[in-house]
């Protein structure tokens, strides 16, 4: 079983800064990929950004140039710096893990508001 602990979330004004962790634990085999999605209410779930086992990214069109995620070097835990956080950002953010075993893996989700 994976277990995915997300912290980092919270209200934040316009054009302010927020950084989302997540932790995996338990057990999987060979990471494939770690990134983020989010879900606004009345929207479906949504690719923020990935990083790979070869540490390429890929990003949704709206957060380019202002999301940054990043792995650490064990390769367990990810990361999301956000800034100019702007109020459409505001969604619970969900961190994703892509195994070859057990296969996806999805945290509980953090809460990140960003007030106008």
């Known amino acids: 079983q994976v277990q995915l602990v997300e912290s980092g979330g919270g209200l934040v004004q316009a054009g302010g800064s927020l950084r989302l962790s997540c932790a995996a634990s338990?057990?999987?085999?060979?990471?494939?990929?770690m990134g983020w999605y989010r879900q606004a209410p009345g929207k479906q779930r949504e690719l923020v950004a990935v990083?790979?086992?070869?540490?390429?990214?890929n990003y949704a069109d709206s957060v380019k140039d202002r999301f940054t995620i990043s792995r650490d070097n064990a390769g367990n835990t990810v990361s999301l710096q956000m800034n100019s956080l702007k109020a459409e950002d505001t969604a619970v953010y969900y961190c994703?893990?892509?195994?070859?075993?057990?296969?996806?893996?999805w945290g509980q989700g953090t809460q990140v508001t960003v007030s106008s």
């Open positions: 994703h893990l892509d195994s070859n075993w057990p296969g996806e893996s």
């Open positions: 338990g057990s999987f085999d060979s990471i494939n990929s």
């Open positions: 990083i790979a086992r070869g540490h390429s990214t």
